[in-house]
C-alpha cells in the first residue's frame, strides 16, 4: 500500500508538459468564416501620392475577436518593402482593419455573399472608388 506522500506524485522525467495537450481539440465544425476588410498603404519612394488597397479575406475562427486577431497578423505578414522596375523603394504597410463580420451564408454556392454594407454617400464612395470613374491605376 502507498503513502500519502507517494500518491500525488508522478515522475514524467525530463521535459514540459504543455497544458494544450489535454485540451479537446477543436474541430473545424466549431470555427465559423469570418470576413475581414483590410486596408493597407503604398509608398512609392519620392511620390507625394500613396496607393491604397482594400482587401477581403477568408478566416476561420472561434469568435470575432479571434477573427479579428487573424485578420490583423495577417494584414502585417503582408506588409512589405521592394525595389520597383524604375528602381525606386516600395513600401507595403496595413494601415487599418476597417471591419470583421462573420459570413452569413457560408455554403460557398453561386450567388453566395461574403460581405456587405451600406453607406449614404455615393459621390464620396465615388470619389475613392476608381472603377466607377474609369482610372486606371
Same mark, same amino acid.
Given at each position: 500500500?502507498?503513502?500519502?506522500?507517494?500518491? *500525488?506524485?508522478?515522475?514524467?522525467?525530463?521535459?514540459?508538459? /504543455?497544458?494544450? /495537450?489535454?485540451? @479537446?481539440?477543436?474541430?473545424?465544425?466549431?470555427? /465559423?468564416?469570418?470576413? @475581414?476588410?483590410?486596408?493597407?498603404?503604398?509608398?512609392?519612394? *519620392?511620390?507625394?501620392?500613396?496607393?491604397?488597397?482594400?482587401?477581403?479575406?477568408?478566416? =476561420? @475562427?472561434?469568435?470575432?475577436?479571434?477573427?479579428?486577431?487573424?485578420?490583423?497578423?495577417?494584414? =502585417?505578414?503582408?506588409?512589405?518593402?521592394?525595389? !520597383?522596375? !524604375?528602381?525606386?523603394?516600395?513600401?507595403? =504597410?496595413?494601415?487599418?482593419?476597417?471591419?470583421?463580420?462573420?459570413?452569413?451564408?457560408?455554403?460557398?454556392? /453561386?450567388?453566395?455573399?461574403?460581405?456587405?454594407?451600406?453607406?449614404? !454617400?455615393? @459621390? *464620396?464612395?465615388?470619389?475613392?472608388?476608381?472603377?466607377?470613374? *474609369?482610372?486606371?491605376?
Amino acid at each position: 500500500m502507498s503513502t500519502p506522500e507517494e500518491v *500525488g506524485s508522478v515522475n514524467i522525467g525530463p521535459g514540459t508538459i /504543455d497544458p494544450r /495537450d489535454f485540451q @479537446a481539440p477543436v474541430s473545424s465544425a466549431d470555427r /465559423d468564416f469570418y470576413v @475581414a476588410v483590410l486596408v493597407t498603404e503604398g509608398v512609392t519612394e *519620392g511620390s507625394d501620392k500613396p496607393l491604397y488597397e482594400e482587401s477581403f479575406v477568408l478566416l =476561420k @475562427a472561434e469568435s470575432e475577436e479571434e477573427a479579428r486577431e487573424k485578420a490583423a497578423d495577417y494584414g =502585417k505578414q503582408q506588409e512589405t518593402s521592394y525595389r !520597383n522596375e !524604375n528602381d525606386q523603394d516600395i513600401t507595403w =504597410k496595413l494601415r487599418h482593419v476597417v471591419d470583421v463580420r462573420l459570413v452569413e451564408d457560408a455554403t460557398f454556392d /453561386d450567388g453566395s455573399e461574403l460581405y456587405s454594407r451600406f453607406f449614404r !454617400n455615393f @459621390a *464620396g464612395y465615388r470619389s475613392f472608388e476608381p472603377l466607377l470613374g *474609369g482610372e486606371e491605376l
